[in-house]
C-alpha cells in the first residue's frame, strides 16, 4: 500500500539500534531492531540451546541468566540486554568439561527428550549461585517455575541437590 506515492510503513518498523553485551564471557556487538527478542538475538548468533517454547514466558525453555538472574528471554527485548551480562547454557560447560549441574542432571536421569533442559540448567545455576544451599522446599518452588512434561520434577530437583552438594555451581568459569 502506498501513500502519494511512498510505500506504507510497517508499524512495527524502527530504527535500528547498536546494543553491546557480555554473552557467555564474550564481549558482543551488534545492531538490531527494537522489537528483537532476546531469545531471537540469541539464536541469529548461533546459540540455540536457548529454545522457543511457548513465546509467552510461560514454559521456561529460554531462561537465560540476566546480570545472573534468571529470566525468559522470549520476554526480553534485545535491546534491554545492552550493557549487562547475558549468559546461556552453552557458557556452562563443554562436553569434555560439563558443569556440575550437566553432570549432576545426567546422573539423576533428570532430562528425557531434553527440550526444557536448558532452561532449568539456567534456572538452576541462577538459583545455586544466590543460594549455594537451597532446602528442598526451596528448589521445588524455584523449578515450579519451568515446564517438563516428560521427567516430573523429582529427577530434577535431585539433580539440583547433587550440585549444591558439589559446591561448585556458583562459577561458570573454566
Sequence with gaps: MTVDGEPTPR???????????ILNGERVEATVEPRLTLLDFLREHGLTGCHSGCEHGVCGACTVLLDEQPVRACLVFAVQAARHSVETVEGLG???SPHPLQIAFSQERALQCGFCTPGFLM??????RANASPTDAEIRDAVASNLCRCTGYDGIVEAVKRAAS???TVSTDP
Excluded: F, K, M, N
Design 166 to 168: 558439589a559446591g561448585e
Design 123 to 128: 534456572l538452576a545455576c541462577g538459583l545455586l
Design 11 to 21: 508499524r512495527d518498523e524502527g530504527p535500528s539500534r547498536a546494543v553491546t553485551l
Design 94 to 96: 563443554t562436553a569434555d
